[in-house]
């Protein structure tokens, strides 16, 4: 079993910072893809930043330039650092990963998907 607790999130005015952190434990053999979400109340869930095993990223139109996403393999652990907030931020982050369980798992593909408990974000104006 894995278990992601995630941390970072709380108030801060527009045009703040915050950094979230996503720290991974448990049965993990390989983590591939660590990915950021968010949602509001209503809404679907939005994939807003993931980073893949060598490194890549990739962002939602909305956070470019403004949000960056970066992992530490060492400790299992990704993050976001969120400049120049916004009000329209405002949402319960989500952190996620997708790793294999052993060598074995890894070999035949398989590969699951975890959830962090997710972490509010307020941003006001």
């Known amino acids: 079993q894995v278990q992601l607790v995630e941390s970072g999130g709380g108030l801060v005015q527009a045009v703040g910072s915050l950094r979230l952190s996503c720290a991974a434990s448990?049965?993990?053999?390989?983590?591939?893809?660590m990915c950021w979400y968010r949602q509001t109340p209503g809404k679907e869930r939005e994939l807003i930043a993931v980073?893949?095993?060598?490194?890549?990223?990739t962002y939602e139109d909305s956070v470019k330039c403004r949000f960056t996403i970066s992992r530490d393999n060492t400790k299992n652990t990704v993050y976001l650092q969120m400049n120049n907030l916004k009000p329209e931020d405002t949402a319960v982050y989500y952190c996620?990963?997708?790793?294999?369980?052993?060598?074995?798992?890894?070999?035949?593909?398989?590969?699951?998907?975890?959830w962090g408990q997710g972490t509010q974000v307020t941003v006001s104006s």
């Open positions: 448990g049965t993990i053999f390989s983590i591939k893809v």
């Open positions: 980073i893949s095993n060598s490194l890549t990223t």
């Open positions: 996620n990963v997708r790793a294999s369980a052993s060598a074995l798992q890894d070999r035949r593909g398989v590969i699951s998907n975890y």
